[in-house]
């Protein structure tokens, strides 16, 4: 069977739960085949094979960190060039999508961003225009390379064929020219990445300052879920701009989206209508957000939420 | 020292948005038009570097497009908020072309224009892939310096802080150089009513693909690689349940949330 190229996030030895998502789907379509890209570690090697993957490529060196993106398309290339496989799938992140974008670029094909699937014969679906519609879209023009969105499908442990390949990787001057000097990390308390994570808790105007959203980052903390914000919150200076959810902001497209003292603006429905499951708390019985509920709340965000989390704490127990 | 600042026309946010049955491509006439936000950053970043390099004299800042007509409404925003001349490529061969095809286009201009530095929004708000900006370093062989939360230039290096996950790396890169800007990076002006009446006798050039040595055949639906097969309106979510919080509402979220297994 042809080989399907899965682009592996990986970081400190950690593989992103995104690769296993894209392995899973990458078996529906073919013979799942890792690209793993920086410091490549024997744990990193080991979970992508038991993560499904029957092949591992391999770039491995620091420097792919020391510049933006360009040298890690010279490894994917590599790794296509390699193994003749019939389609790439990546995650669909900034990064994810940058080193997607290059690729075609070089390759000539076609690429096709932030599916929410993809079925046999590497047709992708994409929700579009807040969700409202959804569309099939095929490459027409060399290998499809795809970049899926976090949660779009439920990862499956299968044991791979964990072939280890190491490629031999040449990258160009120019792909070094944009240096990375330093690195900085903010504050995030241990919780999941936003775009990533099964769960999201959001908080908007409603919270009603940034101490507010100490009621918000309970909640999420009991749920183990990352916190958003809507851009009425970030505008305000409550809550970090890099957490907004929306049209200008993240998408995200969890399992569970529970969305508190947030109207449900078509703004910020574009980066969070294709939640699993969607959960709202607001005072306003009228607000649009109760439009897409699962489960809604009519009330103050300030009474609800702590005893929901301290009956989300007592019941994990 | 020569800036270009690329900007698209989308349609308003506000606006119901709707795909073509004819060819399945977005109809643009459906919806207003606006300058996509984020291009609005990378006009107001430029306009400050060119204030700070002391003027029109030591740096000048051009809008480009690559857009139908009606798209030159967005280069006059820029003119508007102050940038001094304008590009306006536009051509019938261009409808329908996707993010590779729009960044050929953009990469001949520039390669045509050659800036110093390019300065772009990290993604539109209609297409919303943020691949364009990667699709034209590659292109353009500039150094790609995107998703910046601030920009700085010194002499001939720029350096940006690149927003990422976890916080930000700095990176930088020599001249020339692309740079995508991210939302708030700064507080994009109004445009008064002087710069209004200036910008109607600014020059905007207009150039065909044949202008760019570019052949149709490469643009439009004829040179997009990827295809939309069919689209369907979703249906609408199924009406949830929605109750009034009479002291036990997050006992009762809690409860849905046991149902569900999530906890
Ligand atoms: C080009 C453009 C891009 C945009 N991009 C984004 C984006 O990326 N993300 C985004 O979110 N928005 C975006 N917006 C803004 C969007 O239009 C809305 O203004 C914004 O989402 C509103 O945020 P909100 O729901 O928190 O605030 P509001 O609309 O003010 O809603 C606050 C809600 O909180 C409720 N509430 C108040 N107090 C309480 C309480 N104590 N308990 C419970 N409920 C309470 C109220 O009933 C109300 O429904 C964009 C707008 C434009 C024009």
């Given at each position: 069977?042809?080989?399907?190229?899965?682009?592996?996030?990986?970081?400190?030895?950690?593989?992103?739960?995104?690769?296993?998502?894209?392995?899973?789907?990458?078996?529906?379509?073919?013979?799942?085949?890792?690209?793993?890209?920086?410091?490549?570690?024997?744990?990193?090697?080991?979970?992508?094979?038991?993560?499904?993957?029957?092949?591992?490529?391999?770039?491995?060196?620091?420097?792919?960190?020391?510049?933006?993106?360009?040298?890690?398309?010279?490894?994917?290339?590599?790794?296509?060039?390699?193994?003749?496989?019939?389609?790439?799938?990546?995650?669909a992140t900034a990064e994810g999508k940058e080193?997607?974008?290059?690729?075609?670029?070089?390759?000539?094909?076609?690429?096709?961003?932030?599916?929410?699937?993809?079925?046999?014969?590497?047709?992708?679906?994409?929700?579009?225009?807040?969700?409202?519609?959804?569309?099939?879209?095929?490459?027409?023009?060399?290998?499809?390379?795809?970049?899926?969105?976090?949660?779009?499908?439920?990862?499956?442990?299968?044991?791979?064929?964990?072939?280890?390949?190491?490629?031999?990787?040449?990258?160009?001057?120019?792909?070094?020219?944009?240096?990375?000097?330093?690195?900085?990390?903010?504050?995030?308390?241990?919780?999941?990445?936003?775009?990533?994570?099964?769960?999201?808790?959001?908080?908007?105007?409603?919270?009603?300052?940034?101490?507010?959203?100490?009621?918000?980052?309970?909640?999420?903390?009991?749920?183990?879920?990352?916190?958003?914000?809507?851009?009425?919150?970030?505008?305000?200076?409550?809550?970090?701009?890099?957490?907004?959810?929306?049209?200008?902001?993240?998408?995200?497209?969890?399992?569970?989206?529970?969305?508190?003292?947030?109207?449900?603006?078509?703004?910020?429905?574009?980066?969070?209508?294709?939640?699993?499951?969607?959960?709202?708390?607001?005072?306003?019985?009228?607000?649009?957000?109760?439009?897409?509920?699962?489960?809604?709340?009519?009330?103050?965000?300030?009474?609800?939420?702590?005893?929901?989390?301290?009956?989300?704490?007592?019941?994990?127990? | 020292?020569?800036?270009?600042?690329?900007?698209?026309?989308?349609?308003?946010?506000?606006?119901?948005?709707?795909?073509?049955?004819?060819?399945?491509?977005?109809?643009?006439?459906?919806?207003?038009?606006?300058?996509?936000?984020?291009?609005?950053?990378?006009?107001?970043?430029?306009?400050?570097?060119?204030?700070?390099?002391?003027?029109?004299?030591?740096?000048?800042?051009?809008?480009?497009?690559?857009?139908?007509?009606?798209?030159?409404?967005?280069?006059?925003?820029?003119?508007?908020?102050?940038?001094?001349?304008?590009?306006?490529?536009?051509?019938?061969?261009?409808?329908?072309?996707?993010?590779?095809?729009?960044?050929?286009?953009?990469?001949?201009?520039?390669?045509?224009?050659?800036?110093?530095?390019?300065?772009?929004?990290?993604?539109?708000?209609?297409?919303?892939?943020?691949?364009?900006?990667?699709?034209?370093?590659?292109?353009?062989?500039?150094?790609?310096?995107?998703?910046?939360?601030?920009?700085?230039?010194d002499g001939d290096t720029v350096r940006i802080?690149?927003?990422?996950?976890?916080?930000?790396?700095?990176?930088?890169?020599?001249?020339?150089?692309?740079?995508?800007?991210?939302?708030?990076?700064?507080?994009?002006?109004?445009?008064?009513f002087k710069g209004i009446m200036a910008a109607?006798?600014?020059?905007?050039?207009?150039?065909?693909?044949?202008?760019?040595?570019?052949?149709?055949?490469?643009?439009?639906?004829?040179?997009?690689?990827?295809?939309?097969?069919?689209?369907?309106?979703?249906?609408?979510?199924?009406?949830?349940?929605?109750?009034?919080?009479?002291?036990?509402?997050?006992?009762?979220?809690?409860?849905?949330?046991?149902?569900?297994?999530?906890?």
């Amino acid at each position: 069977m042809a080989e399907v190229l899965v682009l592996a996030e990986h970081a400190g030895g950690d593989v992103k739960k995104v690769t296993f998502e894209l392995l899973t789907l990458a078996r529906t379509l073919g013979e799942p085949a890792a690209v793993a890209i920086g410091e490549v570690s024997d744990d990193v090697v080991a979970s992508l094979a038991a993560g499904g993957a029957d092949t591992i490529y391999v770039a491995n060196g620091a420097e792919y960190a020391d510049h933006v993106v360009a040298p890690k398309v010279s490894a994917l290339q590599a790794a296509l060039a390699a193994s003749g496989a019939v389609g790439i799938l990546v995650p669909a992140t900034a990064e994810g999508k940058e080193i997607a974008a290059r690729l075609a670029v070089r390759t000539g094909a076609g690429i096709i961003t932030d599916a929410v699937g993809v079925d046999a014969g590497f047709v992708a679906q994409q929700s579009v225009f807040g969700g409202s519609t959804l569309v099939h879209s095929v490459v027409t023009t060399g290998t499809p390379i795809i970049a899926v969105r976090p949660n779009s499908v439920a990862a499956e442990q299968y044991p791979g064929a964990a072939r280890r390949i190491d490629l031999d990787v040449t990258v160009a001057d120019i792909d070094r020219a944009a240096t990375v000097t330093d690195r900085v990390a903010q504050e995030r308390a241990g919780r999941p990445e936003l775009t990533e994570a099964a769960i999201v808790v959001s908080g908007g105007r409603g919270v009603g300052s940034p101490e507010g959203f100490s009621v918000i980052e309970s909640l999420a903390d009991s749920l183990g879920a990352a916190v958003g914000a809507s851009r009425a919150a970030t505008d305000a200076g409550w809550y970090p701009h890099q957490f907004q959810v929306g049209q200008t902001g993240k998408t995200v497209s969890p399992q569970l989206y529970i969305a508190n003292g947030i109207s449900g603006a078509i703004q910020h429905r574009a980066g969070m209508q294709t939640s699993k499951m969607i959960i709202a708390v607001n005072k306003d019985a009228e607000a649009p957000i109760f439009d897409l509920v699962d489960f809604g709340v009519v009330g103050d965000l300030h009474t609800v939420l702590p005893q929901l989390t301290e009956e989300v704490t007592r019941r994990r127990g | 020292m020569k800036i270009v600042v690329c900007v698209k026309q989308v349609p308003d946010s506000w606006a119901e948005k709707k795909l073509n049955p004819a060819d399945n491509t977005l109809d643009r006439e459906a919806a207003d038009a606006v300058v996509n936000e984020l291009d609005e950053y990378a006009v107001e970043e430029a306009l400050q570097i060119q204030e700070r390099l002391g003027g029109a004299e030591a740096c000048t800042v051009t809008v480009l497009t690559v857009g139908p007509e009606k798209a030159i409404e967005s280069v006059r925003k820029g003119l508007q908020m102050g940038a001094d001349d304008g590009v306006h490529v536009v051509d019938d061969a261009l409808h329908g072309s996707d993010a590779l095809a729009t960044s050929a286009v953009l990469a001949a201009a520039i390669d045509s224009l050659g800036p110093d530095l390019v300065l772009m929004g990290s993604e539109s708000t209609d297409a919303r892939m943020s691949v364009v900006p990667a699709m034209l370093a590659e292109r353009t062989g500039r150094p790609q310096l995107t998703f910046a939360g601030k920009v700085d230039l010194d002499g001939d290096t720029v350096r940006i802080q690149r927003v990422t996950d976890y916080g930000y790396d700095v990176v930088e890169a020599k001249l020339p150089a692309l740079v995508s800007v991210v939302e708030k990076i700064n507080e994009p002006r109004y445009p008064s009513f002087k710069g209004i009446m200036a910008a109607k006798k600014k020059p905007v050039q207009t150039l065909a693909l044949a202008d760019l040595g570019l052949e149709a055949g490469v643009v439009g639906l004829a040179g997009s690689r990827s295809s939309v097969q069919d689209f369907a309106a979703r249906p609408p979510r199924a009406a949830g349940t929605v109750v009034t919080d009479e002291g036990d509402g997050g006992t009762k979220v809690a409860d849905f949330l046991s149902a569900q297994k999530f906890i």
